[in-house]
Nanobody, 125 residues
């Protein structure tokens, strides 16, 4: 059984930084993609960033490019997203996810089969 356990998040002022972690267990993910998504009430879950376990160029949503960095520690089966220069519009519940999205890094939530529990990120102005 796959389990994704998230940590990090919280309240930060605009311009600040946070790091989210997602520890995966339960199987090997060598061909899978790890993604970060976020969701605000009333909106669909939005792709933030993704990276393949075996190593690839990460992909980012345009809204976070240059501010967020996704990384992974294969030995720890953990994926991170470092969020810098945070803006109030980054406020959301953030989710990590893992899925077999094929040869590309998927950007749609339905492409991912396993999800973390979500963590709130609130950026105050």
């Amino acid at each position: 059984q796959v389990q994704l356990v998230q940590s990090g998040g919280g309240l930060v002022q605009a311009g600040g930084s946070l790091r989210l972690s997602c520890a995966a267990s339960g199987r090997t993910f060598s061909s899978y993609v790890m993604g970060w998504f976020r969701q605000v009430p009333g909106n669909e879950r939005e792709f933030v960033a993704g990276i393949r376990w075996t190593g690839s160029t990460p992909v980012y949503a345009d809204s976070v490019k240059g501010r967020f960095t996704i990384s992974k520690d294969n030995a720890k089966n953990t994926v991170y997203v470092q969020m810098n220069s945070l803006k109030p519009e980054d406020t959301a519940v953030y989710y990590c996810a893992v899925g077999d999205t094929g040869p590309r890094i998927g950007r749609r939530s339905w492409e991912y089969g396993y999800w973390g529990q979500g963590t709130q990120v609130t950026v105050s102005s």
